[in-house]
């Protein structure tokens, strides 16, 4: 009896484990069938979130944050944009505008006042030399006036004698060679004195003045008092900046692309507004430096006295050009590998906010501080108010609201 107790016994226990593990598998297929359901579920989450981040995002600024920001709107503009040559060049003169200014005959410079940069006129005194040799030259002049004038008597002696044939045609002929001769070396003392600066006939003297040839501003001035020069020392520089040229350098490599006629856009470095200045190609350089490039000079296309010869330059030759519309450099802003833009929405009339949305745009060629854009459907350059300065600041806002979010 005791015997079939105990096997009862152990049945009801085999029966109340069994019990036990199918409510246990139970509870772990309730529990892990969620855990399915999650993760199928998951892509679309994900997909959700992807939708969230492909709508355009906006942040609003006050109008004192657009102040602080420094925004400031454009539009699309259509522009000449091109795979050019880039290239560095300088403004200079040409040589029928620029003008070295010399002592003739050299000597000791007694007095100058003037500085590099000075604004001079055509005839105005530039320095005094003293040489005493320039007594000699006038001292021969009169000498040789006087001289004249006495030939120039006998030639009229001669030739009366001639006429009434009291003396022989030989006599006339020599007194008219020797008067002819003496007129020639006068005139050409007279011209030198002149060139000289010192006067033709009257008082003598040892100073003479150096003059400008013609107007425009000193580009050197070499000259101090008491320096002792000679005829090949250049004194002063003088450049007329009415007219300037566009001299630019070229690699040899990138010579064979040129062609006169062709269009140079360039910038100058001291132009803190980046403007877009023009010029047409004149003269081709036929040699290589020995810095390897080829010399270009070209037209301006608009002239302007304020600008300086020797201002740096930076140029694109158009050898393949296409109008293009493009944005300042300043109005892209990249996030994530890509290209956006801000555009403007509508004002608030309560608090005088403005909305600024984040649109991806596709960039092409960049030069001279403007890129080529393609906008999305639905916005057109025409109506499309687009934050040209200032982008990075709103970028900088948008981001750090989602961060805090």
């Known amino acids: 009896m005791k015997n079939i107790a105990f096997v009862a016994l152990f049945g009801l226990t085999l029966a109340s484990c069994g019990t036990d593990k199918k409510e246990g598998a139970s509870a772990e297929a309730t529990t892990e069938t969620p855990a399915v359901a999650t993760a199928a579920g998951q892509p679309a989450a994900e997909g959700a979130k992807e939708a969230t981040e492909a709508e355009p995002t906006e942040t609003t600024l006050s109008p004192e944050e657009q102040r602080t920001a420094g925004i400031r709107l454009g539009k699309v503009q259509d522009r000449v944009l091109s795979g050019g040559l880039k290239v560095n060049g300088t403004l200079d003169a040409p040589p029928e505008n620029a003008v070295a200014v010399s002592a003739l005959l050299g000597g000791i410079v007694e007095?100058?006042?003037?500085?590099?940069?000075?604004?001079?006129?055509?005839?105005?005194?530039?320095?005094?030399?003293?040489?005493?040799?320039?007594?000699?030259?006038?001292?021969?002049?009169?000498?040789?006036?006087?001289?004249?004038?006495?030939?120039?008597?006998?030639?009229?002696?001669?030739?009366?004698?001639?006429?009434?044939?009291?003396?022989?045609?030989?006599?006339?002929?020599r007194a008219r060679a020797e008067y002819r001769a003496l007129q020639a070396q006068v005139a050409a003392q007279a011209a030198r004195l002149r060139l000289a600066g010192l006067p033709v006939g009257g008082k003598l003297t040892t100073t003479a003045p150096v003059k400008a040839p013609r107007g425009g501003f000193l580009k050197t001035v070499n000259a101090s008092a008491g320096q002792s020069v000679t005829a090949t020392d250049v004194l002063f520089e003088i450049i007329d900046p009415g007219h300037l040229d566009v001299v630019l350098n070229v690699f040899e490599k990138d010579a064979p692309q040129l062609r006169n006629g062709q269009v140079v856009r360039y910038t100058l470095a001291n132009d803190s507004a980046g403007a877009d200045h023009q010029a047409k190609i004149y003269l081709i350089g036929r040699t290589v430096g020995e810095d390897r490039t080829v010399r270009v000079y070209a037209h301006l296309r608009h002239e302007d006295a304020s600008r300086l010869p020797g201002t740096y330059v930076r140029a694109v030759i158009e050898t393949n050009s296409a109008t293009v519309p493009a944005l300042p450099d300043k109005a892209l802003v990249q996030f994530g590998g890509k290209d956006y833009i801000f555009v403007a929405g509508d004002k608030s009339t309560a608090k005088g906010e403005t909305s600024y949305r984040m649109v991806a745009v596709e960039t092409g060629v960049s030069e001279n501080g403007y890129t080529q854009v393609t906008l999305p459907e639905g916005l057109t350059a025409a109506n499309a108010a687009i934050v040209t300065e200032g982008a990075y600041s709103l970028l900088a806002k948008l981001k750090n609201a989602e961060e805090e979010e």
Do not use: H, W
């Open 111 to 173: 007095r100058t006042t003037l500085l590099q940069g000075s604004q001079v006129r055509a005839g105005q005194v530039l320095a005094t030399i003293r040489n005493p040799e320039f007594l000699d030259l006038q001292q021969k002049y009169l000498e040789t006036s006087s001289q004249l004038e006495y030939a120039r008597s006998e030639y009229a002696r001669q030739e009366e004698l001639y006429r009434q044939e009291v003396a022989p045609q030989k006599n006339f002929q």
